[in-house]
Structure formats: C-alpha cells, structure tokens
C-alpha cells in the first residue's frame, strides 16, 4: 500500500547552527547487526524464544527501514538537493524486502534454516549500513537542520505500536553505551525513561531465552 506523508519545508542547515544528533542511528545500526549475527551463529537458545526474538527483530529491521524510505530520505532530499543521490540506498532496501520475506518464512520451520536466513541478513546490512554510514550520514551532517532532523525521530517514535515499543525501547537501550542512553533518554522525555523502567527485565528474560552468545561490549 503506497503511504503518502506530508513532509514539511525543510531549509539547508547553517554552519553555525547546531548538527543534528545521530546518536540513535548508529545504536540502532549496532544493535541490528549485533544480534542478527548473535541469532544467525548461536545454537545456544530456547526454540519459542528465538523465533519470538527473531519475529520482533525483524519487525525492527523492516521499520527502520521503512522509515528511512518514507521519512528520513525526503527529508534529506529536501535540504541537500543535488548534492545528494539515495537511490542506490532505495534500491538496497528493494533487495533487503526479498531476504526480510525469506526470513520470515523461514520463522516457522527449522531454526537451521532460519539461522542461515539470517545470516544473509546480517551480510547484507553490514555493507549497506558501513556504506550508509560513511556516504549518508555527512550528508546529513552538513544539510539537514537538527529540527527536521527530530521532527524524523519524533514521527518514527509515533509510528511504532506500543507492543512493539516493549521490544524496542529495552533492546535499543541494552546497545547504547551509558553516555549514549543518557543523551537519547534526554531528547525523548520521561515517558520513556519510565518505559523503559518497566519493561527492561521482560526483555531481558527473552533475550536470555533466546540467546547464548554473549553480547559483546559497545
């Protein structure tokens, strides 16, 4: 279904006004490839437990995704102009619905081949992510005002149902490092800081459940 979403003007950023904080792209980004490689290479975890994880993580991975599409890249289009083309990123996202769906079906069968699902995933992401990183993200950095640039984060925040969100608001806080949460706790307000109060020994539970192989240090 095509989603049609006004995007507001968005005016090219200033050098002396402020950069807008990325601090939650690259926890998210971390947080994606970290425990897609931990679910694709550990043998460790309870069989209803990893495919309830994986069904949330993927949920993670496609929203992410889906927002850059319809959220972030006409944002970014807006303020850079020409000095910008997304449609290798786009067409990468195109390829990542065919490998989401296989993963997907792949929920209910042998957690060998949903292993495998997921580990080309996580091969896919790497290089998308790294190319995203360092080609995007200076873009963003130079172009974009940080108030279109939160006006982004609030939108995606909304956009995420509340069931959902008992997964994302621990998951994402158990990649950041400690000086990352406190600065990502401070722009989203203390409704998070309360959701995350409550559901942080939930989402431990599962990913203890789910997953062996330690997470390692951000």
């Not at 690259?26 to 309870?46: C, N, Q, S, T």
């Amino acid at each position: 279904m095509t989603r049609t979403i006004q995007i507001p003007a968005v005016a090219v950023r200033r050098p002396e006004d402020p950069e807008p904080d990325l601090t939650a792209m690259y926890v998210i980004h971390r947080a994606m490839l970290g425990d897609l490689r931990r679910l694709a290479e550990d043998h460790g975890g309870g069989d209803a437990a990893i495919r309830r994880y994986a069904t949330l993580l993927l949920f993670e991975v496609d929203h992410h995704h889906t927002n850059e599409d319809d959220l972030l890249w006409p944002v970014i289009e807006r303020a850079a102009g020409r000095a910008v083309d997304l449609a290798p990123f786009t067409d990468d996202h195109l390829a990542l619905e065919a490998v989401l769906a296989r993963c997907r079906a792949a929920l209910t069968g042998d957690l060998t081949r949903l292993r495998q699902s997921l580990g080309e995933l996580h091969a896919m992401l790497v290089e998308h992510i790294a190319d995203e990183e360092s080609e995007v993200f200076p873009i963003i950095k130079r172009f974009v005002p940080a108030d279109a640039y939160q006006w982004c984060e609030d939108r995606i925040a909304r956009r995420a149902g509340l069931g959902q969100m008992r997964f994302t608001v621990p998951w994402l806080s158990s990649w950041a490092t400690s000086e990352e949460l406190d600065g990502m706790l401070r722009r989203v307000g203390s409704r998070f800081r309360l959701a995350l109060a409550l559901t942080r020994g939930r989402y431990q539970r599962l990913e203890r459940a789910a997953i062996a192989l330690p997470r390692p240090t951000p």
